[in-house]
């Protein structure tokens, strides 16, 4: 599959991003926060990083850039859409997903490895739910939160896509959420990086590479 | 003669008194005045009196640091450019170096150590690499007291908010806290970068008529005269007023800086290209022309600012950060301004090359400054200072460190050890950095003696590790740093690479006393032989002096970063214990007395004391080399050099970080040097028993000697006779010990 990964001035794990996906059988296409169009590709990442710094709020300035625009109609019309840590901050600034994520209840930047369960079955996750995934989390600002009655109402709608195990939940969470859908299930946003638990030589497993393997999965009957 | 607009002009006694004021010892002014034939400008004053400091010239060290070896064959350039460059094969060149930010990170903690990450990561992209890695070698006073927490604590803050802004990762470093460091905390950083080998950029301007782009953030007030009052002198009471000279991060920038420049290197857009750090615009525009032996016009008006009313000193000297200087052919001008503009990165046209040798500065269509660029760059004072070996070192030498008797109950005495702040682990810190970022990453911290990054595209892995070792150098600064040096060497090694090339990081007091001058000179003769005798010669580095408060001197802290190659990541080895049933060996020197200046002296409040043996430099060797073709050929699971707290503390972290018990059968030896001898050349591995023969065969070969002395496997740690604890306990000691100390 096509997949474009967006570089926003300041993202870090673009081309991370793209080498995870093309070890997943994807083409990587390099697409630029400037542009207009989406060049033609089948799904859109929008990776990890600290866009315009992150000196005003987390994704406050990226989800403003030109490229958006197309974005949003692409996310409308079904096209798969996955946020990754600084682009699920994008994606909930942008109004795609519900929620915000605050700074981490510690106040301090945390890099660990974190154990996650899979709980709904989106475009990001065929057949994956109920797996258990050990991959990375590295945010200064990763808390996600809602009102209880937004949360009560994705739980119910089975928008909740990711969920730190017990115990494990880096950042204080509600309700342990590391990752939530739009709706419709073709939006995901998450804090942990999939991306970078892609490579058996380096360090932090190969966990990550079901989700972007579950991408080219077919949609079960 | 040369005339001055009235804001530029001196009278003789106000030229003098202004020079010291800037930091200028009078015959250092005279000296100005001879090679200028006259008074010198406001503007000059303020260039010499950066240039000339001992941050940015050398003056007191030069005459040492000569004597280091910077020749190999895969040395592709050393020492006088802005980083170290190896030949690491497939065309692949890696760029690496080490720089303290000692100073500026005691008056603003977060903003000292951000820059400091800032600086050292354009001395690599200067040289057309793009930034792979940074470690940080960290040393504090005793976190007992609340002002160390809070500097360690905005220390790690900046170093993480920085390298995890512009998208480096962390690969390692150390934390050490003595008293030594209360009011002198050492901030250094090193950075390491990868460039094809075709892209190596040298620092010189090269053809008449090439235009001067300044490229980055606008130049303002922040960090003025930051090398010649920060870095050049010890502190007293009251220095929170030195806080503007503090320059403020902005990673953001940074990260754009490094895209544009990468890209304009990609397209082979510049001729020339010099980083602005201490001294801005006049050390970059002095030092490019001087190496070239050309000089350089410019003009002042065309410098973009973020304050229009600042004077043209304060122009040239701010060290505002994330700026470079590129030089580019007229032709590739509009290139050039169309990729900065793409990546958002200011640019202006600030000058040009010119033949001869002088350095012209303009302000207002009036010339400000001109004298001829080799006399600020090159050809500073340069001083032989006064030296005496110190009084002290015969009480040192006095002290009877070697023989120790520990308590009864050594179970709880070790879980006290290792939950003590010098040997417990550091997840805490190294938690707050991003180790991930880039996806290259083999060994993260804490996981591998050295910490290990693959290179971008090949199969390639770079290893690294620092170390210093402030109380060694202490009793004895020569024997001291060759055995940090053996250190860093063998803690390569063990990750199965092999060493290459070495940067230094010499963090000291004040040379204008003979004491710390020949504590220096020792340090560099033991750097030189350390890095002669493992052929790992020194590619640069940095030296801070200075590095007292009120009068107290900081231990001699040379720190070293070795970094070595490993031909394949997927033979790198890492220092966790793996598989239930493989057998222990340890290699190497039979243990000796090795308590002078041990952790466990420190831990038991001893007295500084005793004296170092030397270490056996042709056995590290010998042992390197067996590291690498046990990793190569696949014969060893996990290898891990015994070092800082002993036996104790490396078997504590392979199983802590493996997550597996170990059965260690004791020699029956006095069990204090048992436990926690620090002597050199030892190293503890791990082999599967279906590869023990080939493994001895080895070594044999290798004439390095190698004794079984236990198994992996259980949940226990134990020490036959003298430690049994469960691992959770032991788990619990190490790890939750610094968040508690520090803050969860």
């Known amino acids: 599959m096509r997949v474009g990964v967006i570089t926003f001035p300041g993202s870090l794990d673009d081309r991370d991003t793209i080498a995870a996906l093309e070890r997943a059988g994807h083409s990587g296409v390099a697409l630029w926060h400037a542009d207009t169009g989406l060049a033609d590709v089948e799904a859109v990442i929008l990776p990890g990083g600290f866009s315009y710094g992150d000196y005003l709020r987390c994704g406050a300035v990226a989800h403003n850039a030109r490229i958006m625009g197309a974005v949003k109609k692409f996310a409308a019309d079904g096209g798969p859409v996955l946020g990754i840590c600084n682009g699920f901050q994008i994606l909930c600034e942008a109004g795609l997903l519900p929620g915000a994520l605050l700074r981490n209840e510690s106040l301090r930047f945390t890099c660990r490895q974190v154990r996650l369960s899979v709980e709904a079955e989106t475009t990001w996750t065929r057949g994956l739910e109920g797996r258990h995934l050990v991959i990375p989390v590295k945010n200064g600002e990763g808390r996600w939160y809602a009102d209880d009655a937004t949360v009560d109402a994705i739980e119910e709608n089975g928008q909740v896509v990711f969920r730190y195990s017990q115990g494990r939940n880096p950042n204080g969470s509600v309700r342990d959420i590391a990752g939530v859908s739009n709706e419709a299930g073709n939006v995901v946003g998450l804090m942990p990086h999939p991306e970078h638990a892609t490579d058996p030589a380096l360090w932090g497993g190969i966990d990550g590479l079901a989700v972007f393997e579950a991408l080219a999965a077919p949609v079960a009957a | 003669m040369t005339s001055f607009p009235d804001n530029e002009t001196l009278e003789p006694d106000r030229a003098l008194e202004l020079a010291v004021e800037l930091g200028l010892k009078p015959d250092e002014y005279d000296r100005i005045v001879t090679t200028l034939g006259r008074i010198p400008s406001v503007s000059e004053l303020g260039m010499y009196s950066v240039m000339w400091s001992e941050h940015c010239s050398y003056k007191s060290s030069k005459v040492h640091l000569r004597n280091l070896d910077a020749d190999a064959p895969w040395i592709l350039a050393g020492p006088g450019e802005n980083a170290g460059v190896i030949d690491v094969g497939d065309d692949l060149a890696v760029a690496f170096k080490i720089e303290s930010h000692n100073h500026p990170s005691f008056v603003e903690p977060y903003q000292g150590a951000a820059t400091g990450v800032g600086g050292i990561l354009r001395d690599i992209f200067t040289m057309g690499a793009r930034p792979i890695a940074v470690m940080d070698p960290l040393r504090?006073?005793?976190?007992?007291?609340?002002?160390?927490?809070?500097?360690?604590?905005?220390?790690?803050?900046?170093?993480?908010?920085?390298?995890?802004?512009?998208?480096?990762?962390?690969?390692?470093?150390?934390?050490?806290?003595?008293?030594?460091?209360?009011?002198?905390?050492?901030?250094?950083?090193?950075?390491?970068?990868?460039?094809?080998?075709d892209h190596l950029q040298l620092a010189r301007a090269e053809a008449v008529g090439d235009l001067a782009v300044l490229l980055g953030s606008g130049t303002g007030r922040d960090g003025i005269g930051g090398a010649s009052v920060l870095a050049s002198a010890e502190f007293d009471e009251g220095d929170s007023d030195k806080r503007p000279n503090v320059q403020v991060g902005d990673p953001f920038a940074e990260k754009l800086l490094i895209e544009c420049c990468l890209d304009l290197y990609e397209r082979d857009l510049v001729s020339g290209i010099q980083d602005m750090g201490a001294a801005g615009i006049a050390c970059s525009t002095s030092e490019l022309a001087s190496k070239a032996s050309m000089g350089m016009e410019v003009d002042l008006d065309e410098v973009h600012?973020?304050?229009?009313?600042?004077?043209?000193?304060?122009?040239?000297?701010?060290?505002?950060?994330?700026?470079?200087?590129?030089?580019?052919?007229?032709?590739?001008?509009?290139?050039?301004?169309?990729?900065?503009?793409?990546?958002?990165?200011?640019?202006?046209?600030?000058?040009?090359?010119?033949?001869?040798?002088?350095?012209?500065?303009?302000?207002?269509?009036?010339?400000?400054?001109?004298?001829?660029?080799?006399?600020?760059?090159?050809?500073?004072?340069?001083?032989?200072?006064?030296?005496?070996?110190?009084?002290?070192?015969?009480?040192?030498?006095?002290?009877?460190?070697?023989?120790?008797?520990?308590?009864?109950?050594?179970?709880?005495?070790?879980?006290?050890?290792?939950?003590?702040?010098?040997?417990?682990s550091r997840r805490w810190v190294w938690e707050q950095y991003d180790s991930y970022v880039q996806a290259g990453t083999v060994l993260p911290p804490g996981m591998a003696d050295a910490g290990v990054v693959r290179l971008p595209d090949s199969k390639k892995a770079i290893a690294c590790s620092t170390d210093g070792n402030g109380r060694w150098c202490e009793l004895d600064p020569r024997e001291g740093t060759r055995r940090i040096v053996a250190e860093a060497f063998r803690n390569v090694s063990t990750t199965g690479a092999r060493p290459l090339a070495t940067t230094n990081c010499l963090n000291f007091g004040n040379p204008e006393r003979?004491?710390?001058?020949?504590?220096?000179?020792?340090?560099?003769?033991?750097?030189?032989?350390?890095?002669?005798?493992?052929?790992?010669?020194?590619?640069?580095?940095?030296?801070?002096?200075?590095?007292?408060?009120?009068?107290?001197?900081?231990?001699?802290?040379?720190?070293?970063?070795?970094?070595?190659?490993?031909?394949?990541?997927?033979?790198?080895?890492?220092?966790?214990?793996?598989?239930?049933?493989?057998?222990?060996?340890?290699?190497?020197?039979?243990?000796?007395?090795?308590?002078?200046?041990?952790?466990?002296?420190?831990?038991l409040d001893r007295p500084l004391g005793g004296t170092l043996a030397p270490v056996?430099?042709?056995?590290?060797?010998?042992?390197?080399?067996?590291?690498?073709?046990?990793?190569?050929?696949?014969?060893?699971?996990?290898?891990?050099?015994?070092?800082?707290?002993?036996?104790?503390?490396?078997?504590?972290?392979?199983?802590?970080?493996?997550?597996?018990?170990?059965?260690?059968?004791?020699?029956?030896?006095?069990?204090?040097?048992?436990?926690?001898?620090?002597?050199?050349?030892?190293v503890l591995v791990t082999v599967s028993s279906v590869n023990v023969r080939d493994f001895a065969q080895l070594c044999s070969d290798a004439d390095v000697s190698v004794r079984d002395?236990?198994?992996?496997?259980?949940?226990?740690?134990?020490?036959?006779?003298?430690?049994?604890?469960?691992?959770?306990?032991?788990?619990?000691?190490?790890?939750?010990?610094?968040?508690?100390?520090?803050?969860?």
């Not at chain 2, 090159?378 to 110190?390: A, I, S, V």
């Not at chain 2, 490993?566 to 308590?595: K, N, Q, R, W, Y």
């Not at chain 2, 430099?617 to 073709?629: I, N, S, T």
């Not at chain 2, 992996?712 to 968040?739: F, N, T, W």
């Open chain 2, 305 to 424: 600012l973020r304050d229009p009313t600042m004077e043209s000193w304060e122009i040239l000297c701010s060290e505002s950060q994330e700026r470079m200087l590129a030089l580019v052919s007229p032709d590739k001008l509009d290139e050039v301004l169309a990729i900065a503009k793409k990546w958002e990165v200011p640019a202006s046209v600030i000058g040009t090359v010119t033949e001869g040798d002088q350095l012209v500065l303009h302000r207002d269509g009036n010339v400000i400054a001109d004298l001829p660029a080799r006399s600020l760059a090159d050809e500073g004072p340069t001083y032989e200072r006064p030296m005496q070996r110190p009084g002290w070192l015969d009480d040192y030498a006095a002290v009877d460190a070697e023989d120790v008797d520990l308590p009864d109950d050594l179970g709880s005495f070790v879980l006290s050890f290792v939950s003590s702040p010098n040997v417990a």
């Open chain 2, 514 to 603: 003979p004491e710390i001058m020949w504590q220096f000179a020792e340090a560099v003769q033991g750097l030189g032989e350390a890095t002669r005798a493992l052929g790992i010669p020194v590619t640069g580095g940095n030296v801070s002096f200075y590095n007292e408060t009120r009068g107290v001197a900081i231990h001699p802290t040379p720190v070293v970063g070795v970094v070595g190659v490993l031909d394949d990541a997927s033979h790198a080895l890492g220092l966790g214990f793996e598989d239930e049933g493989d057998i222990l060996f340890l290699i190497g020197a039979d243990v000796a007395p090795g308590l002078a200046g041990s952790e466990l002296q420190r831990f």
């Open chain 2, 140 to 197: 504090f006073g005793m976190p007992t007291d609340a002002l160390q927490r809070r500097l360690v604590d905005g220390v790690v803050r900046g170093v993480g908010g920085y390298g995890n802004c512009v998208g480096v990762p962390n690969i390692g470093g150390e934390v050490e806290f003595d008293d030594c460091y209360a009011g002198n905390p050492l901030v250094n950083v090193l950075a390491i970068g990868v460039m094809d080998k």
């Open chain 2, 616 to 682: 056996d430099l042709e056995l590290e060797a010998r042992l390197g080399e067996l590291l690498h073709l046990a990793a190569r050929q696949r014969l060893v699971n996990s290898a891990h050099d015994i070092s800082s707290g002993g036996l104790l503390a490396a078997l504590v972290e392979s199983a802590v970080a493996g997550q597996v018990g170990v059965h260690y059968d004791a020699e029956g030896l006095d069990p204090a040097q048992e436990l926690f001898s620090e002597s050199p050349g030892r």
């Open chain 2, 709 to 744: 002395v236990g198994t992996i496997g259980g949940e226990r740690l134990i020490v036959e006779g003298l430690v049994d604890l469960p691992l959770d306990d032991v788990v619990d000691a190490h790890e939750r010990a610094l968040p508690r100390i520090l803050g969860s």
